[in-house]
């Protein structure tokens, strides 16, 4: 898989479990380049994402709840994942 199929897997996703006013995904991956356990193939993405639904919760409840949206993607492409809301 690359970079802009992950991108658009994750949009999908999210769009699809949570009323999203803006998301944005950003490949962070060359922070990660020269890391030890960086492996060909798994990527980081910052996610950026306002949401009126989102500001009401926890932030903790928040990473958990896109964590199991993502989980596929977690466990198959993704090495790094930053949440940001706004």
Do not use: A, P, Y
């Amino acid at each position: 898989m690359d970079i802009n199929q992950l991108k658009e897997i994750v949009k999908k996703k999210i769009n699809s479990k949570i009323k999203v006013d803006e998301l944005k995904i950003l490949d962070k991956t060359f922070l990660h380049l020269k890391h030890n356990s960086h492996k060909h193939g798994k990527f980081h993405l910052e996610i950026i994402i306002k949401s009126e639904e989102l500001k009401i919760k926890n932030r903790i409840d928040v990473s958990r709840n896109i964590h199991k949206i993502l989980q596929k993607e977690i466990n198959e492409s993704i090495h790094s994942l930053q949440i940001k809301l706004i």
